[in-house]
């Protein structure tokens, strides 16, 4: 029976909603590569893809597997067992990742385009949790409140229409006092999970430089590095070009941050001060040469410092920097401009795709795997939206997606209903199979047509 076009090969149609992309980057390959196997029982391929589709359903786990009875072949607690799987490097799977889709979405980009790198960090929130590990007091920078959770930390790639993630971190505090949960597991530094709660309680300078010097060499690297004025400091500007990548960032107007500048060290805003601006409506105020220098580094690096009006008001202003010197000043502006694409990134997965509310475990390592699968998420959405010719948002791709699985669904229980009617015909009317094929097609061919639409059939009805 190939009349059907959405009939599917497998269980159920939760695997079937990614099962174009995983297959298209290797995704059962990448898992074996960072150890996300298993010995016996169900495979790590599939429990991976029910938990890639189960957002689109518009159901929870439990609703869909205890309430609704659907069978996908294994039990809830399958799931969470694999969640909290310890030995799974899902920082590197997702870095493994992107460096498989970042060149397809190359492939879309003039060459003139700039990429670039962005770093920022995201509220995780657990407010109402008690025992989960690692919970920590943390600061929004944003909200100026604080809150119980952790912090996720992201690099991701962009090139100003697609974002895509490629590593991250999932942070506690680095504070004892403010640290509400220790770990539980029992220090080994030769282990994974040792080694990522090591770096969960790491300054973020230091796992930004980290994660830099892990994209060396990857398909996902890119020449620029874009981040706002909360990691802006003279020594992470110097230690990053030593890496090898150029700085494009918002600075701090903070008057202990000192810029070499015709042979004094000045603040950003004594600069500004000491400096004619540009009269009319010019898209910046001032442009000047300045030197970053730090006691911990022999050699100052040569800079370009933007001063820019700011949008809030007009009387106010901000200066963005860049180690590039062959940039222009309007091409700085423009550059930095790409950085947005991470909040967008931080509303999408937390808003849609639902980072710390589709699961509530307790283990640091579960934790740090539903993020993965939440990256993965959004990078299947971010590849569509780009291969795709039309302007939709990622949001109205997640509403497509879930549409689309609905119709699989019906589809396959439709499949399922034709399966036992030639079954039927076979048995007790010993029919041939052309006979049964007949007897199908003018079945189908007398459904109502939206019906036939709902099975993607050709609808010609006048």
Request: aromatic fraction near 12%.
């Amino acid at each position: 029976m190939t009349i059907i076009t959405n009939k599917c090969d497998n269980d159920h149609a939760i695997f079937q909603c990614c099962a174009k992309f995983i297959k298209r980057f290797g995704i059962n390959r990448l898992l074996r590569v960072v150890n996300a196997s298993k010995e016996k029982g169900i495979s790590a391929n599939v429990l991976f893809a029910y938990l890639l589709g189960l957002v689109f359903t518009g159901k929870n786990h439990y609703t869909l597997l205890e309430t609704l009875q659907v069978n996908v072949g294994f039990a809830k607690d399958a799931v969470y067992r694999f969640l909290n799987k310890a030995t799974i490097n899902w920082e590197n799977f997702i870095l493994r990742l992107s460096s498989a889709v970042i060149p397809e979405v190359r492939k879309l980009t003039s060459e003139e385009r700039k990429a670039a790198l962005v770093i920022d960090d995201s509220p995780y929130y657990r407010n109402r949790s008690k025992k989960v590990e690692m919970l920590s007091r943390c600061y929004d920078h944003v909200k100026n409140t604080y809150y119980k959770g952790l912090t996720l930390l992201t690099l991701g790639w962009t090139d100003g229409q697609t974002f895509i993630p490629v590593n991250y971190r999932l942070l506690g505090s680095s504070n004892d006092k403010s640290l509400l949960v220790k770990s539980q597991v029992r220090e080994d530094k030769r282990t994974i999970a040792t080694k990522r709660r090591i770096d969960a309680r790491k300054e973020k300078p230091a796992l930004v430089l980290e994660m830099l010097k892990a994209v060396k060499g990857t398909a996902a690297e890119a020449k620029y590095v874009l981040f706002d004025s909360w990691f802006a400091f003279p020594a992470i500007i110097l230690s990053i070009k030593g890496l090898g990548f150029h700085v494009v960032a918002r600075l701090k107007n903070n008057e202990n941050f000192r810029y070499a500048f015709n042979g004094e060290n000045l603040s950003i805003s004594q600069i500004y001060r000491a400096n004619n601006k540009r009269r009319g409506k010019s898209r910046y105020l001032l442009s000047v040469i300045v030197y970053v220098r730090h006691n911990d580094f022999s050699e100052p690096v040569q800079a370009k410092l933007v001063y820019v009006r700011s949008k809030g008001n007009r009387k106010k202003w901000i200066a963005l920097i860049s180690t590039d010197m062959s940039l222009a000043e309007d091409e700085i502006v423009a550059l930095y401009g790409k950085r947005w694409d991470i909040e967008t990134f931080h509303k999408m997965i937390k808003s849609y795709l639902r980072l710390a509310k589709e699961f509530q475990v307790r283990s640091f390592d579960g934790m740090t795997a539903h993020t993965a699968v939440v990256l993965t998420r959004y990078t299947l959405l971010s590849l569509e939206n780009r291969e795709n010719k039309d302007d939709r948002t990622l949001g109205e791709l997640f509403y497509i997606y879930c549409k689309e699985l609905e119709d699989i669904s019906f589809g396959y229980a439709f499949s399922l209903i034709i399966s036992v009617i030639e079954q039927c015909l076979n048995e007790y009317l010993c029919l041939t199979k052309s006979l049964v094929n007949a007897f199908v097609e003018n079945f189908l061919a007398c459904l109502p047509a939206f019906i036939k639409e709902k099975l993607g059939l050709l609808v010609c009805e006048s």
